[in-house]
């Protein structure tokens, strides 16, 4: 599973801002002709945008949709101009209802995140993360500090999932448990090549 999520990680790593927005567009479309509530992901860049952001408040999104901040280790090399306008498009888009968390959330990466004017929904500790016991705690705090709800990933044992059971995160996620999958008939421009 690791190396599949590594190919994965590579290959919407090499797509354009545009092409990662009309996925989005359309995945989003898609999501709602189903039931349930379905995460989408979403770069930094995209929120930064308020072209993009304007166009995802079109999205009559009915509390179904969450946005998750795929990258936000990308804000390390922001300018405070750039993070404002992140900080921005997060604002409108909680102004219009929209759920938004924070993915992979790092110990070097919490104190800029604690600096941001957020509001977030909840925060994902990077799954790297469990394997540090020692500085776990810490960072969870420091998450629940920005926001009510903190899900752990990266649980892949019973003795990880014991040990996030003693922190005060309050989810967890990992392939200890399986996952649901949607399959859908990708359209022709989305495909590797």
């Known amino acids: 599973r690791q190396r599949q999520m590594c190919i994965r990680d590579r290959w919407f790593s090499s797509l354009s801002k545009e092409t990662v927005f009309s996925l ?19 770069p930094v860049n995209i ?21 998750e ?11 405070r101009n750039d993070i404002y306008a992140f900080e921005k498009g997060i604002y409108l888009l909680r102004q219009a209802e929209w759920i938004i968390w924070l993915d992979d959330i790092t110990s070097s990466l ?3 995140v ?27 705090s420091r998450a629940f500090s ?31 448990w399986p996952e649901k999958k ?3 008939a990708v359209p022709p421009r989305f495909r590797e090549s």
């Open 24 to 42: 989005f567009l359309w995945q989003a479309e898609y999501a709602l002709t189903l039931s349930g509530i379905y995460w989408l992901n979403l």
């Open 47 to 67: 929120f930064c945008d308020v072209n993009k952001v304007n166009e995802i408040l079109k999205i009559k999104h009915e509390n179904r949709l969450v946005l």
């Open 69 to 79: 901040i795929q990258d936000p280790k990308m804000l390390l090399n922001y300018s």
């Open 110 to 112: 919490i104190s800029l």
């Open 114 to 140: 604690g600096k941001m004017s957020l509001n977030v929904d909840g925060i994902k500790i990077d799954r790297q993360e469990i394997r540090y016991p020692k500085t776990i705690n810490t960072l969870i």
């Open 146 to 176: 920005i926001s009510p709800h903190v899900l752990v990933e990266g649980i892949e044992t019973v003795g990880d999932k014991q040990q996030m059971m003693l922190t005060k995160a309050t989810y967890g996620q990992g392939f200890l």
């Open 182 to 184: 949607v399959h859908m």
